[in-house]
């Protein structure tokens, strides 16, 4: 008489995390990414000596200025606290709205920028944080690789975030799929209106040049490093009140600049929060605008900070990086 074995039931195997990285960009991307960030660049340095001959106007500035404050709270206020960290919820118009105004900043389409940012938190100042200054040593040379890693330098490599990992929502999304691949136009858009604006204002070819250089490819520029010094230099020196698992740094110099994005210690102890400057003095800009949209009633479920929460948060000393 034979006794039958139970058969115990297989486990499932865990299925394996998807890859960090898709596969690396190729050669035409490459000229591409770093034509966006050199021409800009170059710009700024020729707009310099250009403006001892016969200067910069009132009607620049103030193209270069509304152009830099719509396409900075497009990143702010809408690739970063709305499309990558999920701060509050938008209406379909605003939301597109939000998208089309990042892409004017020429940083990346948008679901490129948050997937970055997405494995940025995730891997924050480790191994696979896309721009961390922290990846290769605390030597003084180390650090200063680490600088120009985190500024700018991580944008001339080939590795490319994996999409389906960090931002498969984003990239479900019709509306924010065709955004996306519209990027080149938004670009062209964002260097191009203000030179016919400096034109028609002005009524002069002059004027439209101008308006070309100095609101177009020297604010685009200018508005690259303002950002990617939030990469850089706040998470490497500042203060750091609340508790984070990196060296992320509250730097108030940057904070109108950035329009609130260098309470930086804040934001990474905080990620979803709608507010970065949290505390009283701290100006945050992108903050007043989100809750501008949330009493016109184009955004709502705000993740507005609470003091429980930040009293959680809270070290009992603050630090300097």
Same mark, same amino acid.
């Given at each position: 008489?034979?006794?039958?074995?139970?058969?115990?039931?297989?486990?499932?195997?865990?299925?394996?995390?998807?890859?960090? @990285?898709?596969?690396?960009?190729?050669?035409?991307?490459?000229?591409?990414?770093?034509?966006? &960030? !050199?021409?800009?660049?170059?710009?700024?340095?020729?707009?310099?000596? &250009?403006?001892? =001959?016969?200067?910069?106007?009132?009607?620049? @500035?103030?193209?270069?200025?509304?152009?830099?404050?719509?396409?900075?709270?497009?990143?702010? /206020?809408?690739?970063?606290?709305?499309?990558?960290?999920?701060?509050?919820?938008?209406?379909?118009?605003?939301?597109?709205?939000?998208?089309?105004?990042?892409? @004017?900043?020429?940083?990346?389409?948008?679901?490129?920028?948050?997937?970055?940012?997405?494995?940025?938190?995730?891997?924050?100042?480790?191994?696979? *944080?896309?721009?961390? +200054?922290? !990846?290769?040593?605390?030597?003084?040379?180390?650090?200063?690789?680490?600088?120009?890693?985190?500024?700018?330098?991580?944008?001339? =490599?080939?590795?490319?975030?994996?999409?389906?990992?960090?931002?498969?929502?984003?990239?479900?999304?019709?509306?924010?799929?065709?955004?996306?691949?519209?990027?080149?136009? $938004? /670009?062209?858009?964002?260097?191009? &209106?203000?030179?016919?604006?400096?034109?028609? @204002? %002005?009524?002069?070819?002059?004027?439209?040049?101008? =308006?070309? !250089? $100095?609101?177009? &490819?020297?604010?685009?520029?200018?508005?690259?490093?303002?950002?990617?010094?939030?990469?850089?230099?706040?998470?490497?020196? =500042? *203060?750091?009140?609340?508790?984070?698992?990196?060296?992320? #740094?509250?730097?108030? +110099?940057?904070?109108?600049?950035?329009?609130?994005?260098? $309470?930086?210690?804040?934001?990474?102890?905080? +990620?979803?929060?709608?507010?970065?400057?949290?505390?009283?003095?701290?100006?945050?800009?992108?903050?007043?605008?989100?809750?501008?949209?949330?009493?016109?009633?184009? #955004?709502?479920?705000?993740?507005?900070?609470?003091?429980?929460?930040?009293?959680?948060?809270?070290?009992?000393? *603050?630090? %300097?990086?």
């Amino acid at each position: 008489m034979t006794t039958a074995t139970a058969v115990q039931p297989a486990t499932p195997e865990r299925p394996q995390p998807k890859p960090l @990285l898709a596969e690396q960009a190729g050669r035409l991307e490459l000229v591409t990414i770093r034509a966006f &960030l !050199l021409i800009p660049f170059l710009a700024l340095v020729a707009a310099v000596p &250009l403006m001892w =001959g016969w200067g910069i106007g009132w009607v620049d @500035l103030m193209l270069a200025a509304v152009f830099f404050t719509v396409s900075t709270l497009g990143i702010t /206020v809408g690739y970063h606290r709305y499309f990558t960290h999920g701060s509050f919820k938008a209406n379909r118009p605003l939301r597109i709205a939000l998208a089309i105004m990042g892409a @004017l900043a020429a940083q990346g389409s948008v679901i490129g920028w948050v997937a970055d940012h997405r494995r940025h938190h995730a891997f924050s100042d480790r191994e696979g *944080d896309p721009h961390s +200054p922290w !990846l290769f040593g605390t030597s003084p040379l180390a650090l200063a690789r680490g600088f120009w890693h985190a500024h700018m330098g991580w944008l001339f =490599g080939r590795d490319r975030t994996n999409i389906d990992r960090f931002a498969p929502d984003l990239a479900a999304d019709p509306d924010i799929r065709m955004v996306d691949r519209l990027f080149p136009l $938004w /670009v062209s858009l964002s260097v191009l &209106l203000p030179a016919v604006l400096g034109g028609i @204002l %002005t009524l002069s070819w002059s004027g439209a040049l101008t =308006g070309f !250089l $100095w609101a177009g &490819l020297a604010r685009v520029a200018f508005q690259h490093h303002v950002t990617w010094s939030v990469n850089s230099i706040c998470h490497m020196i =500042g *203060d750091r009140p609340y508790q984070s698992r990196d060296r992320s #740094a509250n730097f108030w +110099p940057l904070a109108i600049l950035s329009m609130g994005e260098s $309470w930086h210690n804040s934001h990474h102890a905080d +990620p979803t929060s709608a507010r970065h400057g949290v505390r009283r003095g701290q100006i945050d800009i992108s903050a007043r605008l989100i809750w501008v949209f949330e009493k016109l009633g184009w #955004a709502w479920n705000v993740r507005w900070p609470t003091p429980q929460r930040l009293a959680r948060l809270a070290v009992s000393t *603050d630090t %300097t990086g």
